[in-house]
């Protein structure tokens, strides 16, 4: 059993006295899929945004590698954690209007000290098939060329972790086929992804479906029983 | 080269977030440049002319050098005698050689530093310019000339002719030319003169090398003396009040000719005292003896109280409106800010996910509201050079300066000094500074969340 790259240790998250994530403990190993559904309102966005360092618990510890995040970082730690572990994928893909395609990729790269490798932007851009629309506005772009774009964007700094808030919720079928598949071969390099997704597609490809309701994870429906003996997966 | 890299691209940023905002922000902080602009006229006009005005009042004369004159309300109290109602009138000015020498020894010893005095050349004289314009209008009056000692008559001096004066050649004849200070009131009168009569605008500064013909032994009002003889007084600058009272000449020429005409007691009588005391401490003690001399402290000049305090209230109306005006800056680019932080709230979320602290983003709202306190006082700054030249060179024809114009306005410098330009800096880039942060702050510190999370 490999050793957890995530770590939710009885975490809780209240707006007033609405319990969001009531006593939530979960364990992300390298390289598994997730997928977090459940109804609206059912705390899913409020655990992905925990996970990616936006939101401070009320209660409970996330270790990251071991390390706890929130108690150990103050405002630049968590901003630093977020850039060097945690990528993320929007469902309305958050493109910025006035840059082009290539552009918004290298976006992030502001934030870094390190230099942009520019062969492996180019080769990125090839691999996510967006090569050709580089120099394109978001505006011009497709639906799967922007979530493609997006994806590019996230993964720019190279972080262990892909966060995704329904990234396919916006495309028609064959494209969230193409960005599934994309995410797969990602996940073999050791890429983890946690996905907030109502997509069966989805939930098929996934290691684990975990199912949360009124703040608890009620229920979890394993994905591809395949795939999830061989990656191991996410441990609850 | 990280570091320049870093910098680079923080920079690179700034530039990035402020783009949209460029124009809005521009108006809406424009109020800060008017704010400025009314500060800097109090920091570079009006207070130049206070200082002007105040170091008038406060007269020239060195620290610590008391002005004494004889205290004529006590003067020939008792005194059955007529004397006073003669001709001479020397008895009034009763400074003479040997209260001088007691003056030395005034108060304990070391209190006085040096004793001077000047003397008035008690002999009538008519003045006339030799300047063609001037002299056709037939433009002459009455002149009193006071000598004035060496020691105090240099420091005033602005011309080339010696302070003993020069021999000049005038059909076959040898006639003194010599320097004179001309004091503040005289060139009132000239300027005012000049007005009536449509003349050009007297400055000071044009007045120096002038030439005035003296001639002593007349006056206007026909006294005429048996013996009559011409001098050329040149300007040689300006005397304060409090300094000299009348037109001052060199204190040796005017003894020279007390002596010429044998008026011995002129020549012992003096009509003021300057004394120099070792320390304000020694203060009391000196003007006890004055007193006991018959002699006083005059008032200050209150010539320009007026203007003045009417500066000053023009100061406190300035002052409130820069406030104001500053005021109403800070709201518009608070507001504009907070406009700035939820227009552009995911896209600050965007940055927040790619690895930028909540602080950063504060920082970055602060860089940019202080780079348009920046902008504007750079801006203020560099359009009040030239303004505040034109200014300086036009002075003179200022209405509202007409009463100053008469005095030596080369003096006044309207600028800025770098202790004010930074003030201007400092202040402009803090309040817009703070007027950036504090509602982008607000607006952004609610929730990290809601800047990334989709409504």
Request: glycine letters at 8%.
């Amino acid at each position: 059993m490999s050793h957890a790259i995530i770590s939710l240790q009885d975490i809780r998250f209240a707006y007033g006295k609405r319990t969001i994530l009531d006593s939530i403990s979960l364990d992300f190993t390298p390289g598994s899929f997730s997928v977090i559904a459940g109804e609206s309102g059912s705390g899913k966005s409020t655990l992905l945004y925990i996970l990616g360092g936006f939101l401070k618990p009320d209660s409970g510890t996330y270790l990251f590698n071991g390390k706890p995040v929130y108690s150990r970082f103050g405002e630049f730690g968590l901003g630093r954690f977020r850039k060097n572990n945690i990528g993320f994928l929007f469902q309305d893909f958050r493109l910025l209007p006035f840059l082009t395609v290539e552009q918004n990729i290298r976006f992030p790269s502001l934030f870094s000290g390190a230099a942009l490798d520019k062969t492996r932007l180019a080769e990125r851009m090839q691999r996510l098939g967006i090569a050709h629309r580089a120099k394109a506005y978001p505006n011009s772009i497709s639906g799967g060329e922007a979530q493609r774009t997006g994806l590019a964007r996230a993964l720019l700094m190279d972080p262990p972790v892909l966060l995704l808030d329904e990234p396919t919720g916006n495309l028609d079928g064959a494209t969230e086929t193409a960005i599934v598949s994309v995410l797969e071969e990602l996940r073999k390099e050791g890429l983890t992804l946690i996905c907030i997704s109502h997509s069966e597609y989805i939930m098929k490809r996934a290691d684990r479906v975990l199912r949360l309701s009124n703040g608890k994870l009620s229920d979890r429906t394993s994905g591809a029983p395949k795939r999830r003996r061989k990656s191991a997966g996410a441990e609850a | 080269m990280n570091l320049i890299r870093f910098v680079l691209r923080r920079l690179y940023l700034i530039a990035f977030i402020a783009r949209k905002h460029f124009l809005r922000n521009a108006l809406s902080s424009i109020g800060l440049f008017l704010s400025l602009l009314v500060v800097i006229t109090i920091l570079g006009v009006l207070d130049p002319i206070k200082k002007m005005i105040r170091s008038k009042m406060e007269s020239s004369l060195p620290p610590q050098t008391l002005r004494l004159v004889p205290d004529l309300s006590v003067v020939g109290k008792g005194n059955t005698s007529w004397g006073m109602f003669r001709k001479e009138q020397d008895i009034l000015m009763h400074i003479n050689s040997r209260m001088i020498e007691r003056a030395k020894n005034w108060g304990q010893p070391g209190d006085v530093r040096s004793v001077t005095a000047t003397q008035l050349l008690q002999q009538p004289a008519i003045g006339r310019f030799e300047d063609p314009i001037l002299s056709q209008l037939g433009f002459s009056f009455d002149l009193v000339l006071q000598g004035v000692p060496q020691k105090m008559f240099r420091p005033l001096m602005r011309c080339k002719v010696p302070y003993a004066g020069t021999k000049a050649q005038e059909k076959g004849k040898e006639i003194d030319e010599i320097p004179v200070l001309v004091p503040e009131s005289y060139l009132e009168i000239m300027y005012a003169y000049a007005m009536i009569n449509g003349l050009p605008n007297i400055s000071a500064q044009s007045l120096i090398g002038l030439r005035l013909r003296a001639l002593l032994g007349q006056s206007i009002v026909g006294t005429k003396w048996s013996v009559t003889e011409d001098v050329l007084l040149v300007v040689c600058g300006f005397s304060p009040p409090g300094v000299v009272s009348a037109l001052g000449v060199p204190l040796e020429w005017v003894q020279k000719k007390h002596r010429e005409r044998g008026q011995m007691k002129a020549l012992n009588s003096f009509d003021q005292l300057f004394v120099e005391i070792a320390s304000e401490k020694v203060l009391p003690r000196i003007l006890s003896a004055a007193k006991a001399e018959r002699l006083r402290v005059p008032e200050q000049s209150k010539k320009f109280d007026s203007i003045l305090k009417s500066l000053e209230k023009l100061d406190w109306i300035f002052m409130v409106v820069a406030v104001i005006l500053g005021a109403l800056a800070a709201i518009a680019l608070a507001n504009s800010f907070a406009l700035l932080a939820v227009q552009n709230r995911y896209e600050f979320g965007l940055y927040l996910v790619f690895g930028s602290s909540m602080l950063f983003l504060w920082f970055l709202l602060a860089i940019e509201g202080a780079l348009w306190g920046f902008i504007h006082s750079a801006l203020a700054i560099v359009l009040s050079e030239p303004a505040l030249r034109l200014l300086q060179q036009h002075l003179a024809d200022l209405p509202w300066l007409t009463k100053l114009s008469t005095a030596d306005l080369s003096e006044l410098k309207l600028e800025l000094s770098t202790a004010q330009r930074a003030m201007i800096y400092a202040a402009a880039i803090s309040i817009s500074a703070l007027a950036s942060l504090i509602p982008g702050a607000i607006v952004l510190g609610r929730r990290t969340l809601s800047l990334v999370k989709k409504d």
